[in-house]
């Protein structure tokens, strides 16, 4: 039985098996329109809908006057989810290949901006307050050897925060403590987070600050900070490269 699959679709399957056995390798010139045409006699517009689909996929990246090269997809490292890290902004284990930083680590910074604003309608339900209700909201970005790593964007009722020292959460004298020891500092109790893990494809600013195509698959992963009365005090969403982050979870069961 013939092979059935449209053409754009074969002819970007033969190129990603040719990346994934190394014919191809990172940084290789996918081979130019002209030259798909001639080795797969196609049109126009069917070797450039194969491009596209190397490129949402992660296998290609474009460079404007260059032409199109095959993207680095080893895995950066492990979102490391456990009971001690569960709060910690940039919670991962991290292996970046050519690190500049002592012992071959690479260099992490993260830059952060918040902004008194009111909860949208996803993120007032998320928090179990009104829609309209005031809260602070931070925005991350993490970088690693100036490498986009991570995006992440948190937001806290003012109701709890406003007007105590852990009112901007990268500011005062319990910056940078994560949620738990901010809200301890102000007489909250956090108790538990819960997350939500799933996959969707990256919007046209996310695409811009990771660095990979708008429609890539991403990992998004919905955390939320409770207190002991079961009460939100915190909820953040999480973006990472979803083919080059893996989550790693420690599952520690009772006795």
Same mark, same amino acid.
């Given at each position: ?154 937001? *806290?009722? &003012?109701?709890?925060?406003? @007007?105590?020292? %852990?009112?901007?959460? /990268? !500011?005062?004298? =319990? ?32 695409? *811009?600050? &990771?660095?990979?195509?708008? @429609?890539?698959? %991403?990992?998004?992963? /919905? !955390?939320?900070? =409770? ?29």
């Amino acid at each position: 039985m013939g092979d059935t699959r449209p053409m754009y679709q074969r002819i970007a399957d033969d190129l990603r098996r040719q990346i994934d056995e190394g014919g191809l390798a990172v940084g290789a010139r996918i081979p130019s329109r002209a030259e798909l045409k001639r080795a797969y006699r196609a049109s126009d517009q069917t070797v450039d809908r194969a491009v596209r689909v190397l490129k949402t996929a992660g296998y290609a990246i474009g460079q404007f006057g260059r032409g199109v090269f095959v993207s680095d997809r080893a895995p950066i490292g492990a979102l490391v989810r456990t009971t001690d890290a569960v709060d910690t902004p940039l919670a991962a284990r991290i292996s970046v290949p050519g690190a500049t930083a002592v012992n071959g680590q690479p260099d992490l910074v993260w830059e952060a901006t918040s902004t008194r604003t009111v909860a949208p309608p996803g993120i007032a339900e998320r928090l179990r307050v009104r829609q309209g209700e005031r809260v602070m909201c931070t925005q991350y970005e993490y970088l690693a050897d100036r490498r986009p790593l991570q995006l992440a964007t948190s937001w *806290e009722p &003012l109701s709890l925060t406003e @007007g105590t020292d %852990v009112m901007f959460p /990268e !500011r005062g004298p =319990y910056a940078r403590r994560g949620v738990r020891g901010r809200f301890a500092a102000i007489g909250i109790q956090v108790a538990q987070a819960r997350e939500v893990v799933g996959s969707r494809p990256a919007t046209s600013p996310e695409a *811009e600050a &990771l660095g990979c195509a708008p @429609g890539q698959c %991403v990992t998004a992963v /919905e !955390r939320t900070h =409770y207190d002991v009365g079961d009460r939100p005090v915190e909820t953040s969403d999480t973006v990472v490269l979803g083919d080059r982050w893996r989550l790693e979870y420690a599952i520690t069961f009772g006795t």
